[in-house]
């Protein structure tokens, strides 16, 4: 049983920064790759970040390059996405997802998704 929890979401101005944690637990990922999506109303989920099992590799979509940053603990089984810079339109509920490789560059999600956390940035 593989389960994915999600914390660290909350409403936000524009220009403020929150960042999410995603917990792991009854399997350890140290040798998956793990990311991040998210999905606005309305709209198909998306990709935001990856991140390889050493953290040595990570991979953004263009939206979020150069303000958000992904990074993980092995030791904690727990990953973390820093967003800085919020904008309005980075609202949506944010999916940890974990992958059964240590492919990165990819938008295509793995099999494993925790339950969502919201962020809602405020203009």
């Known amino acids: 049983q593989v389960q994915l929890t999600e914390s660290g979401g909350g409403l936000v101005q524009a220009g403020g920064s929150l960042r999410l944690s995603c917990a792991a637990s009854g399997r350890t990922f140290s040798r998956n790759a793990m990311g991040w999506f998210r999905q606005a109303p309305g709209k198909e989920r998306e990709f935001v970040a990856a991140i390889s099992w050493s953290g040595g590799t990570t991979y953004f979509a263009d939206s979020v390059r150069g303000r958000f940053t992904i990074s993980r603990d092995n030791a904690k089984n727990t990953v973390y996405l820093q967003m800085n810079s919020l904008k309005p339109e980075d609202t949506a509920v944010y999916y940890c997802?974990?992958?059964?490789?240590?492919?990165?560059?990819?938008?295509?999600?793995?099999?494993?998704w925790g339950q969502g956390t919201q962020v809602t940035v405020s203009s």
């Open positions: 997802n974990a992958r059964r490789t240590n492919v990165v560059g990819t938008t295509t999600p793995g099999d494993y």
